[in-house]
Structure formats: structure tokens, C-alpha cells
């Protein structure tokens, strides 16, 4: 059974940085597509970031781009998510997302249908 587990949430102030971590456990893998995404209050799940651990090749939301850096520890079977410069409108529910497939680098890695794991998610607030 897939499980994610996502770590790393809190509260910062703009312009600070935090770091998000999603192990995953029970399926090895190395093709997969995984995601980052978000959602805010009264908002819809919205896609921030993907990489395709096979290639190690990555895709980006236009709001994060330049701020947010996704990668993996292949070894520790986990992706991250570097967020600097963090913004107010950045405040959200972070969920990773797997998927066993290739990643086609595009919006449609940015889309919430096309991934089948979930994590339960972790808050990130950021404040003016």
C-alpha cells in the first residue's frame, strides 16, 4: 500500500523559507511522476510544482517560478520542496502527489485528477 507523508509545515514571515518533505513508502518505484500542490481556504487544489524522479526533470507553476525548487533524495525515496521568498498568497494545505507514470513536464502534471496518492498534507502560513 502507497503511503505519503508529508513534514515540514509551519509559520513564517514574508520573504522567509521553509522546506517540505514527502516520504513515500510501500511501492519502489523509480518511474514515477510526483507532485506538489496547495490549497487555501475556499479555494481549489491548485498544482505548484511536479518532477519525473526518473529523469529527475521538473515543472513549475508560473506563481512559484523562480521561488520554489523541487527536487529528490532518490536513496531516501522522499521529494522535497524548497519555498523561498515566501508570500502571504502562498499561505495554504501543501499535499504531495504520486503517480505511476512518466511526467510530461506541462500543465498536465499540474492537474489534481491525474494523480492517483495523496499525503494528508501539512500547513504553511505565511504573514506580512
Known amino acids: 500500500q502507497v503511503q505519503l507523508v508529508e513534514s515540514g509545515g509551519g509559520s513564517v514571515q514574508a520573504g522567509g523559507s521553509l522546506r517540505l518533505s514527502c516520504a513515500a513508502s510501500g511501492a519502489s518505484s523509480s518511474r514515477k511522476c510526483m507532485g506538489w500542490f496547495r490549497q487555501a481556504p475556499g479555494k481549489e487544489r491548485e498544482g505548484v510544482a511536479s518532477?519525473?524522479?526518473?529523469?529527475?526533470?521538473?515543472y513549475y507553476a508560473d506563481s512559484v517560478k523562480g521561488r520554489f525548487t523541487i527536487s529528490q533524495d532518490y536513496a531516501k525515496n522522499t521529494v522535497s520542496l524548497q519555498m523561498n521568498s515566501l508570500k502571504p498568497e502562498d499561505t495554504a494545505m501543501y499535499y504531495c502527489?504520486?503517480?505511476?507514470?512518466?511526467?510530461?513536464?506541462?500543465?498536465?502534471?499540474?492537474?489534481?485528477?491525474?494523480?492517483?496518492?495523496w499525503g494528508q498534507g501539512t500547513q504553511v502560513t505565511v504573514s506580512s
Open positions: 502527489a504520486a503517480d505511476w507514470r512518466a511526467c510530461y513536464s506541462s500543465d498536465y502534471d499540474l492537474r489534481p485528477e491525474k494523480y492517483a496518492y
Open positions: 518532477i519525473y524522479t526518473s529523469l529527475d526533470s521538473t
